[in-house]
């Protein structure tokens, strides 16, 4: 395992999923608009742990609408497991990654509909909304900025 390969601040850990565990993320997932750029660049996902597999949280680089620099994030929390912090931990953890790795902004996509949770995650984790997308469907995303270094 690579010395990154395992983030942790004593609660939540995120390590890259093993062979023949559960991935939680195809169960829990919803059609994303950024969805069709994510095949333009490797991305990095990591289990989010908490004793056992809890979710999923993902990092994509910057591509088509992305700034240089920037990182999209996306996670994922297994029903039973929300609620408890996990989610805006592994978004701080996931986010020292990105800056270690050089990216300087994260995004996060929440649905404008209904933000509830996912924008009270963002929010805690350092994210301030920054205004909304549209899909091609026509559903509104808020678009949360979090800076993670200087220029």
Not at 19 to 34: F, N, S, T
Request: net charge positive; hydrophobic share 45%.
């Amino acid at each position: 395992m690579h010395e990154d390969a395992k983030l942790t601040d004593g609660v939540v850990t995120l390590s890259p999923l093993g062979p023949g565990e559960p991935d939680p993320m195809p169960a829990l997932h919803r059609p994303h608009p950024r969805a069709p750029w994510r095949a333009h660049g490797p991305s990095r996902a990591f289990g989010i742990r908490a004793g056992r597999v809890v979710g999923r949280v993902e990092l994509s680089p910057a591509a088509a609408g992305l700034a240089r620099g920037d990182v999209e994030l996306s996670y994922a929390l297994l029903p039973d497991a929300r609620g408890r912090g996990f989610a805006t931990r592994a978004v701080r953890l996931a986010c020292a990654h990105a800056l270690a790795r050089g990216a300087r902004r994260a995004v996060i996509l929440v649905p404008a509909a209904d933000p509830g949770p996912s924008g009270a995650v963002a929010r805690r984790a350092g994210f301030a909304r920054r205004g909304q997308i549209s899909h091609a469907d026509g559903a509104l995303w808020d678009w949360y900025v979090r800076l993670l270094a200087s220029p």
